[in-house]
């Protein structure tokens, strides 16, 4: 399992990091354009150009980042998942202001762990659909999300239920335990 870098090793915002020590980063950059490119590939199978596909009838749903209550598909009235970003400018509305619990996935474009954890955590939203919201911050581009959370490594995964942290896991898991964890979150005590 790779070492995550601390927070503070990577100061400048959007730098490129090699994967490993001792790599350029321009040896590493065609691997991890392919990498992301997969990544969102998938994604575009659910979210195309910021539309929602509904899981049960397949109707394209236009979702906001930020809006009172959950997404409903406009055909079928199922929960649609729900999947933004959000950066220190719009957290507080995101993720704050969210009236069902948040699943927040600190990550940067830099961060291997992260890119492996992102179709999990994609998968959770859309089986979690209108129980849970994925909130994704890029913490080089949000100092003081990072900063409130005290995230020393990514991926920093928080549960936030009425603004508070009810559970956090540091690094990547499969999607199973990831699941397990998540739900657990949901069901626990509200903070
Ligand atoms: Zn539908």
Not at 39 to 49: C, K, P, Q, Y
Not at 140 to 156: E, H, K, L, W
Request: contains cysteine; positive net charge; aromatic residues 6%.
């Amino acid at each position: 399992m790779k070492q995550f870098r601390p927070l503070h090793e990577h100061a400048p915002r959007n730098a490129r990091y090699p994967a490993e020590p001792g790599v350029s980063p321009h040896a590493e950059a065609p691997r991890w354009r392919g990498a992301w490119a997969s990544s969102l590939a998938r994604d575009n199978e659910a979210m195309e150009g910021g539309l929602v596909r509904c899981g049960h009838c397949g109707q394209r749903n236009r979702v906001p980042a930020a809006a009172a209550g959950t997404p409903r598909c406009g055909k079928c009235h199922q929960p649609l998942p729900w999947i933004a970003d959000a950066d220190d400018t719009t957290f507080g509305d995101i993720a704050d202001a969210a009236k069902i619990p948040v699943l927040v996935d600190l990550w940067a474009p830099w961060c291997g762990p992260c890119r492996m954890v992102s179709p999990a955590l994609e998968q959770l939203a859309r089986d979690l659909a209108g129980r849970v919201k994925l909130v994704k911050v890029n913490v080089d581009a949000s100092p003081r999300v990072s900063q409130r959370f005290g995230a020393q490594a990514i991926p920093t995964l928080l549960v936030l239920r009425g603004g508070q942290v009810a559970a956090r896991q540091t690094g990547a898991a499969p999607l199973p335990v990831l699941r397990t964890w998540v739900e657990n979150a949901l069901a626990g005590p509200a903070h």
